[in-house]
């Protein structure tokens, strides 16, 4: 049973920053783009990061591109998510997200694409 499990969230004050982790088990994600999203309450799940099957390429949504840095492991079988300066607005639960398939390029930012979630872990950003 493939299985994605979300780590490393937690309130903190603005400015701050952390490191959220995702673990996958239960198959091999090696070769498969994985992704972050979030949710706050009241909102749409948003697009927040992702990294292409062989790792070289990576995307982010506007709001955090030179804040947010996603990285993977793929011995690991793990990506994370380290957040710095982070802002209020940067509130939600970030969900770990992987596709199926192997070596597929596409649009990255598209929820419909994954195939695997996470139940995620909440951030709170302070004022």
């Known amino acids: 049973q493939v299985r994605l499990v979300e780590s490393g969230g937690g309130l903190v004050q603005a400015g701050a920053s952390l490191k959220l982790a995702c673990a996958a088990s239960?198959?091999?994600?090696?070769?498969?783009?994985m992704a972050w999203f979030r949710q706050a309450p009241g909102k749409e799940r948003e697009f927040v990061s992702a990294?292409?099957?062989?790792?070289?390429?990576?995307y982010y949504v506007e709001s955090v591109k030179g804040r947010f840095t996603i990285s993977r492991d793929k011995a690991k079988n793990m990506v994370y998510l380290q957040m710095n300066s982070l802002k209020p607005e940067d509130t939600a639960v970030y969900l770990c997200?992987?596709?199926?398939?192997?070596?597929?390029?596409?649009?990255?930012?598209?929820?419909?694409?994954?195939?695997?979630w996470g139940h995620g872990t909440q951030v709170t950003v302070s004022s």
């Open positions: 990294i292409s099957w062989s790792g070289g390429d990576t």
């Open positions: 997200a992987a596709d199926r398939r192997s070596g597929y390029g596409g649009s990255h930012y598209i929820a419909a694409r994954y195939d695997y």
């Open positions: 239960g198959r091999s994600f090696s070769t498969n783009a």
